[in-house]
């Protein structure tokens, strides 16, 4: 290497250094600061009784069935809700790319349940689907007095569905980025290659937008992991619908207990680590494919 | 294989535009047919109207004695080779060529013997397990051609298939295409600006003009015999050299010199004296006087003061001025004629196509020979060929 290349290397770093200090200062020092509260006993409800503790408190969430319970609702939530905004991003993305009048109020119109706050959505989707005083019990084919949050599955799919209208514009948005990424060439070709609507769709838009797809995927299943603000708006954690964040959450801030609290949290980042591994690993699979010499 | 008959077909746009305006074509089976035109000319409409990619607003499609007009694409057995090639980035080559085949439900191993033939034919054999991004530009055309042929279809529609290569793989890969088509002897509709393209491939080519067809003749034909100035202009590079000429019994007086009309030409403006014409002489009409042996026949010299020299090596082009005052008319007529949209219209210069034997020199005075026998007069107000 050139002195001029080492030193423009150098220069580099050091323009780069300001960003990677903050990025550190609010990412790995919390996160380091987590995983050395887990290994110790703090309770603030007994402060004199601390200590190290190895990983003691681990395995007190993992032997606990309360984590297993909820790690299941976590999942099942995240599988059901991702896999229905996939499907239906993916019709409204579509929606949006072949829209030819009102494109820009389109698009807006869709984006909209995404740009309200969660808490408010949660409420109001709570309201609607109270048993006493919500108009989803007056809709025909619904009894007039089903108790929506006295029950695990149906609380689950209540939340489920705020979660859905809430977050799909998020994933349709991701979507039609990717779509629009293909080239419009290619649907004549296929046109005249004979590929029908449905054809032209499983075999030309899906294959060319699977980084698109895997990209949205990794966001919102990500995203679904950590779900909090609907569940603890909706149910609070009852009928056993409480997520893995609500248990992070009962144990630090409820009950004050900051090393069993951590401990959990520790976890939810290692589960959020392993999707995330296993989306890039997946998106990471794809490239020879478009690039190989 | 089959013929392939446009009879007034007709595209209007929502708004109103007419993209083309009521065009009769007929290709006949076998035939190599090329559109040509400036852009926008309508010429890629027509093609796609062709292949059912846009909706006929009027007229009908005849395409092997079927009239296809409302049928989808994939039910009028054509193939189409488009500018951008338009492969499938995620399929290998043998896959973007076997893919309509395998939508067809072609046994996998015909599919497979179809491939690897057409595969062989273009030289491909050994891209066949590579994708699109991995091969050259003229692999990627290849591979488009290829993707046409497995097919077998009634006909090809190219959409300037050679447009995106570089010029010295441009002349290459016309000759292959004339080639193939000139062995496989399927019905083919080539869509392109170049005229140079359109000249060289072509069994016959329709020249078009906003959206209405203007000639469709031999090259030789289109070349030798214009029906109007547009046509003329714009068949032939360097483009034929328009002059106001002012016709005086058998004569016509041009800017640089007077000549005699020939008999046909007589006819042609009647007699009509003193009527105004527009002349049109191609470049390599023109020749240095002193190299005109006796075997060029009868012309008339003159002398002209040259602005440029540009020497081709195996030829040499001469500018020299028109005389502005003979100008306004001819720039008039020829933007009546559209000739405004094609590039280099300095209707100012004239340019001489000289042997490289010329001693031409930048400023300095020429003596130039015109053949007289070659001159083309058309209509000053409709820009007509005018003939006897």
Not at chain 1, 64 to 87: A, Y
Not at chain 2, 2 to 28: N, P, R
Not at chain 2, 368 to 373: A, E, K, N, P, T
């Amino acid at each position: 290497m050139t002195d001029r290349a080492r030193s423009e290397r150098r220069l580099g770093w050091l323009l780069c250094a300001p960003a990677a200090v903050a990025m550190l200062a609010v990412t790995a020092y919390p996160i380091g600061y987590a995983f050395v509260l887990s290994l110790q006993r703090v309770d603030l409800r007994f402060p004199e009784e601390g200590g190290f503790v190895g990983f003691d408190n681990y395995s007190a969430v993992l032997s606990s069935e309360l984590w297993w319970t909820d790690l299941f609702n976590t999942i099942f939530l995240s599988v059901i809700s991702v896999s229905i905004e996939l499907c239906l991003g993916m019709a409204i993305a579509l929606v949006m790319h072949r829209a030819i009048f009102g494109r820009g109020v389109v698009r807006t119109s869709v984006l909209i349940p995404y740009g309200i706050v969660t808490v408010v959505a949660a409420f109001s989707w709570q309201f609607a689907f109270a048993p006493d005083t919500g108009f989803v019990n007056q809709l025909p084919l619904i009894a007039d007095d089903k108790d929506w949050f006295g029950e695990r599955f149906s609380a689950f799919s209540v939340i489920i569905m705020a979660e859905v209208w809430k977050t799909t514009p998020f994933m349709a948005l991701l979507l039609l980025a990717g779509l629009t990424t293909i080239d419009d060439g290619l649907y004549s070709a296929a046109k005249v290659d004979g590929a029908s609507a449905w054809q032209r769709f499983t075999r030309i838009t899906l294959p060319l937008m699977k980084p698109a797809i895997l990209v949205a995927l990794l966001f919102r299943t990500l995203d679904a992991f950590r779900i909090f603000d609907t569940i603890f708006i909706m149910t609070g954690g009852a009928q056993d619908t409480q997520s893995v964040s609500i248990l992070g959450y009962q144990q630090l801030i409820s009950r004050l207990n900051l090393g069993l609290g951590s401990a959990v949290s520790v976890l939810i980042f290692l589960c959020v680590l392993v999707i995330a591994v296993i989306f890039v690993k997946g998106l990471g699979a794809r490239q020879p494919e478009s690039g190989r010499a | 294989m089959a013929d392939i008959v446009l009879d007034h077909i007709t595209k209007k746009y929502g708004d109103g535009y007419e993209a083309v305006k009521s065009m009769d074509l007929e290709i006949k089976d076998g035939e190599f047919m090329i559109l040509v035109g400036p852009s926008g000319c309508g010429k890629s409409t027509a093609l796609n109207m062709i292949a059912g990619l846009e909706d006929i607003s009027d007229g009908e499609l005849t395409i092997g004695g079927e009239v296809v007009n409302s049928r989808a694409p994939k039910d009028r057995d054509i193939a189409m080779v488009f500018q951008n090639y338009a492969l499938y980035p995620h399929m290998t080559v043998r896959e973007n060529m076997g893919f309509a085949l395998k939508l067809a439900k072609v046994d996998q191993k015909e599919i497979d013997r179809k491939v690897e033939e057409a595969a062989e034919t273009l030289d491909l054999t050994e891209h066949l397990d590579r994708r699109p991004a991995n091969l050259s530009g003229g692999q990627r055309q290849r591979v488009a051609m290829g993707r046409a042929i497995v097919r077998e279809p009634k006909a090809f529609l190219m959409d300037e298939p050679l447009s995106n290569l570089d010029a010295k793989l441009r002349v290459q890969m016309r000759t292959e295409v004339a080639e193939l088509q000139d062995r496989l002897g399927t019905t083919t509709v080539y869509v392109t600006h170049d005229q140079t393209e359109a000249m060289t491939l072509g069994d016959r080519v329709a020249v078009m003009r906003s959206g209405i067809l203007q000639q469709v003749d031999t090259p030789g034909e289109l070349y030798n015999d214009p029906v109007n100035l547009f046509v003329a202009g714009f068949i032939g590079s360097p483009s034929m050299n328009f002059v106001h000429g002012k016709v005086s019994g058998n004569e016509i007086e041009l800017p640089f010199a007077t000549l005699p009309l020939t008999d046909e030409l007589c006819g042609a403006v009647g007699d009509s004296d003193g009527r105004e014409v527009i002349a049109g002489i191609r470049p390599e009409h023109f020749e240095d006087a002193e190299l005109v042996g006796d075997h060029l026949g009868a012309g008339v010299t003159f002398e002209a003061k040259i602005d440029l020299v540009e020497s081709m090596g195996s030829e040499l082009y001469a500018y020299f001025d028109a005389g502005s005052d003979h100008v306004d008319k001819v720039e008039q007529a020829a933007s009546e004629a559209g000739l405004d949209e094609l590039a280099g219209g300095d209707t100012n210069q004239i340019v001489a196509r000289l042997a490289p034997e010329s001693k031409a020199h930048r400023g300095e005075t020429l003596k130039l020979w015109v053949d007289q026998d070659r001159l083309l007069l058309f209509d000053p107000e409709t820009g007509e060929r005018l003939r006897a």
